[in-house]
Each structure stands twice: as C-alpha cells, then as structure tokens.
C-alpha cells in the first residue's frame, strides 16, 4: 500500500507541475491547487500510513501521529487562501492586461493586434 | 542608567527636531539643543569617577543566547570621545542654524544631524560589539542623507553614493572581523575581548579578523586608497562637513584603532600595515591639499593626511606615540571644524569657495579672517597652538620608533617632508584668501558674517589656542584617562607643555615650517609639476567599476532573467530535479525496515481514482470546465485518503476546503476564458513532460522511501501532554490552539492578509464581464433558481448549528475552530448562491474586513490575557466546572482563541468569494448598480 500511495503523489506531482509549467493562468492555478495537494499528502505522510487508528486520547494505546496532522490542516486552509489570491490575481491580470498568459502579453507570433500593448496598469 | 539616556537624548532630539517644522529657526534650534545640552551636563556629571580610573557600564539583556546585549560603557577613550560629538555637535547645530538658506528645511537637517549624533555615541559607547557594528552603520546611513541633503544637485546625490559604499563596504568587512573576533574570544562582550589580547593574538585567524577590522577603521577615516570619497562627500552642506567630515564621523575610524589597541595591537602586522598606511595617506593627503582651488577640497585633503598621521601614531611602536594619536584627535577636531565653519561663513558670504576667485577678504570680513587664521595656524602646527603640541609629539615619536629596521630614519623625514606640506596650505589658506590682492568677480559682496554665527568658531579657536598655551591645565585629566583605556591600564609618563628645551622634534618644525613658507612662495613650479603629472582620478576609478560591475551584473541578468515566467519555472523545477534526485542514486535501498502494509480494494480503487481525476485534469486542460471538475475528483479523494487513514480533521478541512475552492474557480471561470488556446511546440510539451514526470519519480521515490522507514517522532510528547497540559484529547486541535499556538495565530494573519489582498485586487477592477460564454451562448437569465433559494434558507440554521456543535467539540473530538469557520462559510456562500449579493447585502451589513480583523485581535488578546497572570504569551488555562443539569463542563482559554480562529476564517473566506461574487452580480449597464458591503 506504502507503494501505491507513494504513486499517487508522484502522479499528483506529474499532472501539478505539468499544468503549472502551462502557458495561461487558469491552468497554472489548477496546477498548483493539484500541487499543494501532493505537498499535503506527503507531508501527512511523514507521520506514516496509519489504518483505522484513533484519532482521539482515550479510546486506544495506538495513535495516529498528530503532528503532521497539525501541520497540514493549516497548509490546507493557507493554500486556499494562496489559490485564492492567485486566481484573482490572474482575474486582475486578465482584466487589466487583456490577456491571461503568465507573462501579461502573449507571445508574438500569431497575435499582433490586441495584445502587444502590454501597458501594465498598476 | 543615566549612560544609556545619553544616546537616549540624542535619539529624542532627533525626533524631536523633526517635528519642530512650524515653529521659527529660533525655536527650532533651541528645542533641537535641548537633548544634547542635557546629555552634556549628563557627562560632564559622570566624568570625575571616570577621571578617578572608574569604567561606568550599564547592561541590558536582548538575545542572551547569541550573546547580544544592549550595553554601554564609559570609559576615558569614550568619555574623550562623547565630549567631543556632544560640544561640537551642539556648535555645529547653533552654526547651522544661520548657515541654511530660508529655502533649506531646518527640522530635516537637524534631525538627520541628531540621528548621526545617536549613531556616534552608540559606537564610543558601546559595550558590545554587534552593537558597536549596528551604529557603525547608522553613521554611514545618516552620513548618506546628510550628504545628499540638497538632494536636487547630483554632486551631492552621486557624492553620498560614494560615501555610503565605500564605508559600507568597510563596515561588512568589520562585522566578519568583528564576529571572528568574538569566536575567537567566545564573547562579543567589550570587556571581555578587549581582557584577551593573548588569546587573540595567537590564534590561527588573528591575521584574518585584523585586517577585515583595520578595513572598516580604514574606509571610514579615508585612508588611502580608500579616500577619494572625502573630498565628494563635501557635497554636503558645510555644517555638515565641520562636523562628520572632520570632527567626529572620520574619527570612528580611528577611534576603532584606539578602542581595539589593547586587544590587537602590538604586533608586526599591525605595526606594518597602520603606519604605513596612515603614512602614505599623510603625505598623500598633505601633498593633494596644497594643489585644491577649492577651500573645502582643501580641507578634506588636510583631514585625509591628518587622519593618516593619527593612523600613523597608531601604528608606531611606541606607548607615547598612541597618546599623541589621542591628543591629536583632540586638537584636529578643534582647528578642522572651526576652519570648516569658517569657510561656510566665506562660502555664504561670497557664493564662491575658489581660492582664485577669492582674495583680500581680510577687508571685508576682518573678524572670520582673524579667527580662520588663528585656526589655520594650528593646522599648520605653529607654537602657542594646540596643533604644535601634538605634531611635536609627533616628531619626537617619529624618532623613537625602529619600524623600519636600518632604514627606520625615513619615516621622521618623511613626516617632515609631509609637516612642510602641511604648512604650505595652511599658508595658502591664509594668503589666498585673505590677502593676494582683490577679489575677481564674487558671486556676491562679501560682508562680515552675523555676530552669533561666529560664535561657534570664537568658542573653539579660544580652546585651541587655551591648550596651545596652557596645556597642563586643560587637558591632562581626559588626555590621561583616555591612554589610560587605550593602553589597557598603563601609562607612561609624560608632560603636554609648551617648551621641551632645544631638541630634534623642535628643529623638525623649525624646518617644516620654513620648509612650508618656502614651498609656498615658490608654488608656482609645484603646480606647473602637478599639472604634468597623470592625474590619479579616484572617482573615476570608482565609477568605472562600479559601471563595470552593474554592466556586468545587468548582462547576467539578462541573460538569465527574460521575462518568461515558464522559463523560470522550468530552470527551477530542473535545479529541484537534480538536487533532490541525486541523493537518491547515493542511496543503496529505496525501501526500508517497516513492514509493508497489504493493499487492500478501497485503498487501490481510491488510488486508482485519485490518478484517473488527475491525469483527466491534465488532459483536458483546454477544456476549463472539464479540467476543474476532474481537479474536483482529486480534491474529494484527497479528502476521503484522509479519512481512510486517520485523519478525520484534516479529511473534514479538506472537504469543506474543496467545495469553497471549486465555487471560487468557477467564480473565476466567468471572468477568465472558458479555453485555453494551443500554444506550446510538440518540444515544449515533451520537455515539459520529461520534466514533471521526472519530479514526480523523484517525489514518490523519496515518499516511498520515506514511509517505508520506522518512524521516531517528538509526537508522543503530545499525546502524553494532550489531555494534562492543554485540557483536550483531540491532539490535532490541542496543537493548533495551545502547543503550536502562536503557529496558528501567525496562519490565521496570513489568511486574514490574503483576504485583504483579495479585496484590494479586486477594488476598481474594470469590470470584464462577457456577455456569452466561450461558444457564444448567452448567460442563462434565470439568475436564482427559486428551489435552491427556499431550501438554502431553511438550511442555513441547521448549518450554523452544525457548524456550532463542531467548533464546541473541537478540543475532545474531531472539529475545531476552522473547520467549524468552513462549514459556516461554506452555509453563507449557498445564500450567495441562491439569492446573490444584493439579496445578502440587504440582508448583512457588517463588514468582512472588520470581522477578519476581530478575529485576530480575539486570537491575539488571549494570547496577551496570560501576561496578566504572570505567564508567558498564549499559555493556556482550564478547568473543569460540575454545573447543575448540564454536568461536568471544561472552560478552556484554548476556547477563546479557537473562537478567534473561527471568526478569522468565516471573514476571510467569505471576503474572498463574496468580493469575486458581487462583481458577478452586477446588472447590465442600465440598471442602477448597488453599492455592495464587503
């Protein structure tokens, strides 16, 4: 099991970092929200695969490790809160620059008319 | 504590001066006086026990563990030095206060000159050296804005550059010697280091750590061939220069040889290496003076050759020689600065400082010329001055010294050589300007200054010519305490007097002085051979390399930095690939001792649906709705992932996490397009795969090997302290609010501050909204389905109870502070959803930002509550109450912050949809459009 879940994080790692290495913003923020998944799974990892073990002081001799736990309930809710803001931030972006390509202005090669005016408007 | 309210004081005044903008120039100099005036008395209150041998300290305890302090001391070295900052600061500022045009800010520069007076006691006062360094600094930033006061000429601008480089530099170079020095010693106490000259001296890097700390000593006192940015930094006001370029920011320098001399002198390194570098600079210095037109010009190269020749008295190896080096910091701060004021007076009064312009300003301004004389005179080392007492002690320490082995006779011949020089300026100061014949065309028609800006250079040309005269009386007691401190507890014997007999030193400056005069009258051959020499342009050496090195540096980046966020990206996920992948080669076995756990069919049918979702994702990636919903697949198997293997909070975080972040993308999804356009080469998506496919390898190969190890954890702390110590057997819970407290308090700010990113961003956002979707279909009209609306709302209590009864459970059982904040946002956003804003708006008036930022404070003041208990912050307290007809409850504090926690998240993650979702809710232009409260 050890294995399978370790390939899962490898294929969340693949598919993140593909999408984040895309060329518009959308699916770069779906990459990173696939990548902070990984991250988290590995993190809570750390503290070992643990079947059907409590969760609560009182009700076994063995636990889960808490810590990592901890640590990525927070990563969770943050890393929301970073998608958030990069997603709007790219909503920002589009707005203003009329483009949503990472760099603010799209490459020249077969766009020329609307979006050379790479006037950034801060 | 009255050492420390000394640089106290003169930090207030630098506030207080600040703030003194509406009051007239009168009133803002005396408020600006006040403070130094005070600490003044201060010193002179504390200066009869240091007089008596006493060493006043005064210690506060900051970072004990990196052994820092706050720590001052007063001994005879600082008190002489104190005296000094203090009288010619307060000087300098009255003088100032009839220098600066109607034009200049006053507040501005005496607040700056206050800052850098702070700065100056901070380093003769200090008791550590870190603290020591961190004013050593502040000198160089106050020095920079006092340079580039007129900020609107670019000398000034290009002239503080200079300056803030090359003694930044140096004061780098001083904080590693000053942290090899206190390694070597163990301490970075004052004390202590300066106790531990042999210790010092015989270790391995005592070579290293003299010459990083002789770099800064050297940059900041302009030592060749460190001294070209003096004269550019007489782009200052002059006030300015009469009081950091001569009197007292020059002298850290040395003050930072006289301070370390017990501990690092003594040695042949430094013997070689100060006295030949403060002799070069003296008659390096000595030599440019005499060919400068401009008096300031002048007078920066006579402070660069007297600094050499303190430096050079350093450095010889005799104990006399470095109590002349202290007296003649004394007497070159009194002549230079009065000069200095002098030539503002002449400078203001005429608009010119070009001495070929300037002649025969004795009939105009016969008081300034009377005292500038006087002071020159002292520069010049003329007997019954203050200057002629310390150059002869200098002569006579030129001859004892045996430096040089056989050859040792050259350094009093060159001191000579370099005292004749010394008094052919001076004489040009004084016969070019004053006499010479008459002016041509001044700028201005000079006239005698006002009375009261003369009275700074009365006061010192008086001393100057008081310890010229009377030696014994004036200066014995500070001269002595201070070799006292210098020489590490012994002094030899000596007499400061006027008349020593018929003797060597005497017929030096018989000869210096004819030497000078002759050398004057004849300049003009000296000047025809200046000006047939290659000129030695140490600006323009600067600046060429430091263009060469931005030059340099602008390629690199260039180079590496074109604009291309992929690009980036790519180099680092490429850089991550290598420095993560090559261990696992170095590696023998990728998996370890623990036992592997069998698969079972759950497990393998979530694994499997987890990839499929996320390899949909990427597939469809073009298509935006399509790649989110699969995304959405991967979130939910996440969560149920954690469920599976015993983690219900984070499956539940995760879970309500989800939801919010697929509203928010599909929020998103209406103001971004609904595709992603092909664009990348079959290469680029090759390598691209290659690259992802090779870190996910790598990821999974570390995971694997990481969970197949035995895991040896600081958790069991935890559990065993859960329930004694923080009151709760939900461990996840107890950590966020009580053991990792402060953690989660510094993750709900960061929360709080991306929301109000958010806000910001979306603030006067020019409304994008596309009238169709990607294939032209219009929006459907039907905004708010009625179903949802009537069913949302009867939710909405059952949620908050919900939400309620996992927040109170949060410390025993799986629940908590934000994941009861998800549910209730999640329970808000469906209102959203079924009603849109303006229904909310109408409907909710407070304000997110408000309610994020109560959130906070709550989190915070439960934190600060145990303060009031005598405990550290955020440590918790419970108990346990028995009340009647409900039973035995836990009242824990933890509660209160976890209340902070909910708030904080229900604000935040309402901010950021709500403020996303009103722009949606925004009629067609026709309709009146509502302000909307977020």
């Known amino acids: 099991m050890e294995l399978l879940y370790a390939s899962s994080v490898g294929v969340l790692v693949s598919c993140g970092v593909f999408l984040i290495l895309r060329s518009r913003t959308f699916p770069v923020v779906l990459g990173l929200t696939m990548f902070s998944y990984a991250v988290n799974l590995f993190l809570f990892s750390s503290g070992r695969l643990s079947l059907n073990q409590a969760a609560v002081l009182g009700t076994s001799t063995e636990y889960a490790d808490p810590l990592p736990q901890a640590l990525v309930l927070t990563a969770i809710v943050i890393g929301f809160a970073m998608t958030a803001f990069v997603v709007i931030l790219a909503i920002r972006g589009r707005t203003d620059l009329g483009n949503d390509h990472v760099d603010g202005q799209v490459p020249d090669k077969n766009n020329h008319n609307n979006d050379n005016n790479n006037k950034v408007k801060v | 504590m009255t050492l420390l309210w000394i640089p106290l004081l003169s930090l207030l005044g630098s506030i207080i001066s600040s703030m003194t903008g509406k009051l007239t120039r009168n009133q803002s100099t005396g408020l600006t006086l006040l403070m130094p005036i005070t600490a003044l008395l201060m010193t002179i209150s504390l200066a009869p026990a240091v007089f008596s041998g006493e060493v006043i300290r005064s210690t506060f305890s900051w970072i004990p563990l990196l052994g820092i302090d706050i720590a001052f001391r007063l001994d005879g070295l600082a008190l002489l030095f104190v005296f000094m900052i203090l009288v010619i600061g307060i000087l300098v500022i009255f003088y100032a206060r009839y220098y600066l045009s109607s034009n200049d800010s006053m507040p501005k520069l005496y607040a700056y000159l206050m800052l850098f007076m702070t700065a100056m006691l901070g380093i003769v006062m200090s008791n550590n050296v870190i603290q020591l360094w961190f004013f050593w600094e502040l000198t160089s930033i106050s020095s920079f804005l006092l340079i580039s006061y007129w900020w609107h000429k670019a000398e000034a601008r290009n002239g503080a550059i200079m300056a803030l480089t090359i003694t930044g530099g140096g004061g780098l170079a001083l904080?590693?010697?000053?942290?090899?020095?206190?390694?070597?010693?163990?301490?970075?106490?004052?004390?202590?280091?300066?106790?531990?000259?042999?210790?010092?001296?015989?270790?391995?890097?005592?070579?290293?750590?003299?010459?990083?700390?002789?770099?800064?000593?050297?940059?900041?006192?302009?030592?060749?061939?460190?001294?070209?940015?003096?004269?550019?930094?007489?782009?200052?006001?002059?006030?300015?220069?009469?009081?950091?370029?001569?009197?007292?920011?020059?002298?850290?320098?040395?003050?930072?040889?006289?301070?370390?001399?017990?501990?690092?002198?003594?040695?042949?390194?430094?013997?070689?290496?100060?006295?030949?570098t403060g002799l070069t600079t003296l008659l390096f210095g000595a030599y440019v003076a005499l060919f400068k037109h401009d008096l300031k010009g002048l007078l920066a190269y006579s402070t660069i050759s007297h600094l050499g020749l303190i430096t050079l008295l350093f450095g010889l190896d005799t104990k006399l020689a470095a109590v002349a080096a202290i007296f003649h910091i004394i007497n070159h701060a009194t002549f230079k600065a009065s000069l200095f004021m002098a030539t503002g007076i002449i400078d203001h009064e005429t608009g010119t400082r070009d001495m070929r312009k300037l002649n025969g300003m004795w009939r105009f301004m016969p008081y300034t010329a009377t005292l500038a004389m006087v002071a020159a005179a002292a520069m010049a080392g003329v007997p019954l001055l203050n200057g002629f007492l310390s150059k002869e002690m200098f002569f006579a320490e030129t001859l004892h010294q045996q430096l040089l082995g056989s050859m040792s006779w050259l350094i009093p011949v060159l001191a000579t050589i370099a005292g004749a020089f010394a008094v052919a300026y001076s004489a040009r100061f004084i016969h070019d300007v004053f006499f010479n014949g008459d002016p041509i065309d001044l700028p201005k028609q000079p006239s005698e200054a006002p009375r009261y800006m003369r009275l700074p250079i009365e006061i010192l040309v008086v001393l100057c010519l008081v310890v010229g005269i009377v030696p014994n009386f004036v200066i014995d007691d500070i001269l002595k305490s201070a070799s006292f401190a210098v020489l590490g507890g012994y002094v030899p014997e000596f007499e400061v007097s006027l008349w020593h007999g018929f003797n060597l030193p005497l017929l030096m400056s018989a000869i210096a002085v004819s030497g000078g005069l002759l050398m004057y009258t004849q300049r003009h051959y000296l000047f025809q051979f200046h000006a047939s020499l290659p000129s030695l342009n140490g600006k323009k050496l600067f600046d060429n390399s430091i263009s060469a090195l931005t030059n340099w540096c602008q390629v690199k980046i260039n180079t590496i930095e074109n604009g291309s966020l992929q690009r980036y990206l790519v180099l680092m996920f490429v850089v991550v690939l290598f420095f993560a992948g090559w261990p696992l080669f170095e590696m023998n076995q990728l998996s370890g001792q623990k036992p592997l756990t069998p698969v079972d069919v759950h497990n393998a049918m979530g694994a499997a649906l987890l990839m499929i979702g996320a390899i949909s994702t990427v597939i469809w990636y073009r298509t935006r709705v399509i790649s989110l919903l699969m995304l959405s697949v991967v979130g939910l198997m996440v969560s149920i992932a954690f469920t599976r293997f015993s983690a219900p909070d984070l499956a539940l975080t995760q879970l309500t996490v989800e939801v919010v972040t697929v509203i928010l993308l599909m929020l998103a999804l209406f103001f971004l397009p609904q595709n992603s356009p092909k664009e990348s080469s079959s290469m680029r998506v090759l390598r691209d795969i290659g690259i992802s496919a090779g870190l996910g390898i790598v990821i999974a190969s570390i995971c694997y090997a990481l969970i197949t190890r035995p895991l040896e954890s600081i958790s069991d702390f935890f559990l065993a302290n859960a329930k004694t110590g923080g009151g709760g057997t939900n461990v996840v819970n107890v950590i966020l609010v009580d053991f990792r407290g402060f953690d989660t308090l510094g993750e709900i700010c960061v929360l709080g501050i991306a929301a109000l990113g958010i806000y910001k961003l979306l603030i006067n956002l020019p409304l994008y909204i596309p009238a169709t979707d990607s294939e032209g279909r219009p929006w459907a009209k039907e905004r708010y389905p009625v179903l949802l609306a009537s069913i949302s709302q009867s939710l909405l209590p059952l949620a908050l109870l919900v939400s309620f009864y996992i927040f109170l459970r949060g410390h025993n059982m799986p629940g908590g502070g934000f994941i009861a904040g998800l549910v209730t946002a999640v329970a808000f956003i469906l209102q959203y959803i079924a009603h849109g804003s303006n229904w909310i708006a109408e409907r909710l008036t407070i304000k997110y930002r408000k309610i994020i930022a109560s959130g906070i404070a709550i989190a915070l003041l439960t934190g600060v509550g145990s303060w009031f208990f005598g405990r550290p912050f955020m440590t918790t307290w419970f108990e346990y109450f028995d009340i009647p007809f409900i039973g035995e409850i836990e009242l824990a504090s933890a509660l209160v912050f976890d209340i902070g926690v909910y708030i904080t998240v229900v604000g935040s993650t309402l901010m950021i949809l709500a403020s996303l979702g009103k722009l949606t809710a925004n009629e067609p232009a026709n309709a009146p459009s509502k302000e909307v409260n977020i």
Do not use: C
């Open chain 2, 175 to 276: 904080l590693a010697g000053l942290l090899l020095l206190g390694n070597i010693v163990g301490s970075y106490n004052l004390d202590i280091i300066l106790a531990s000259r042999d210790i010092i001296q015989a270790h391995d890097w005592y070579e290293v750590t003299l010459i990083l700390i002789l770099l800064g000593a050297f940059t900041k006192s302009a030592q060749f061939p460190f001294h070209f940015w003096l004269p550019h930094a007489m782009a200052a006001p002059t006030p300015v220069s009469a009081y950091l370029h001569s009197a007292t920011m020059v002298k850290a320098g040395v003050f930072l040889l006289a301070r370390f001399y017990p501990a690092l002198a003594g040695t042949d390194i430094w013997f070689i290496i100060v006295s030949l």
